[in-house]
């Protein structure tokens, strides 16, 4: 079963608008993180921002944020005014395991996004 | 600067021919990932290791690929023989796991395989 799911293989959004990718996870692991990832066309991966399971608040990062929802299981990625330079295609994550011993991290199939001008 | 280092950054192969592709992960690192990247499934966890020991490879396809990690500074993924559906970009990833560190990865540049 996936157990990271991006229901959005692509998306279209107005220079300087928000953008909300989406995100739903699947674990039964109490401790977990969630990570989105940015892969702009030269194939790089940057690293966005973070968000632990046991966070109280919402991850934030410059105009990166996290909108955690944990009873729902999802953590999608809000972009405020967004630039021509994040079109991108942007990955969620997850670590799942038990603290130290055997934490794997697993990705969506990604969401591409193109910023119009 | 510390960064993860794959080789070769691009091969072409022909079909049933051996690959085998390289990784130096960041000093200090304990983990170190292989995932493979395609349009269709995005990013496939292949396989890591957690202070060199191989913790799972259930993503892999056993008969064709084997990772190692002979020392810290090394991890080699290897496909034998190649076929053309293995043709994809393959990046290792290494990171801090475990002891209240997040779990961010540094990739490396990826190594783009073709088979022909």
């Known amino acids: 079963a996936q157990k990271i799911t991006q229901t959005q293989p692509g998306m279209f959004v107005q220079e300087k608008e928000a953008v909300t990718l989406d995100c739903t996870y699947d674990t039964s692991d109490p401790s977990y993180g969630l990570f989105w990832y940015k892969q702009p066309s030269s194939g790089e991966m940057i690293f966005l921002i973070y968000q632990g399971s046991y966070d109280q608040q919402n991850a934030t990062e410059g105009r990166y944020s996290l909108n955690f929802q944990k009873a729902r299981k999802s953590a999608n990625l809000v972009i405020s005014a967004s630039q021509l330079g994040d079109s991108a295609m942007y990955f969620c994550a997850m670590r799942e395991g038990r603290g130290n011993r055997d934490d794997k991290i697993i990705f969506g199939k990604g969401t591409r996004l193109h910023i119009l001008p | 600067d510390a960064r993860v280092t794959q080789t070769p950054r691009h091969k072409v192969t022909e079909m049933g021919q051996e690959v085998t592709m390289r990784c130096q992960p960041i000093?200090?690192?304990?983990?170190v990932f292989w995932y493979r990247q395609t349009m269709m499934q995005g990013l496939e966890l292949l396989a890591y290791f957690r202070n060199r020991a191989p913790l799972d490879d259930s993503g892999m396809p056993k008969d064709r690929f084997s990772a190692e990690m002979p020392d810290a500074t090394l991890a080699t993924l290897k496909i034998q023989p190649s076929e053309p559906r293995d043709s994809a970009v393959y990046f290792c990833?290494?990171?801090?796991?475990?002891?209240?560190?997040?779990?961010?990865?540094?990739f490396g540049e990826g190594s783009r395989l073709t088979v022909l």
């Open positions: 990833a290494s990171g801090p796991l475990g002891g209240g560190n997040t779990g961010e990865l540094f």
């Open positions: 000093l200090g690192h304990n983990t």
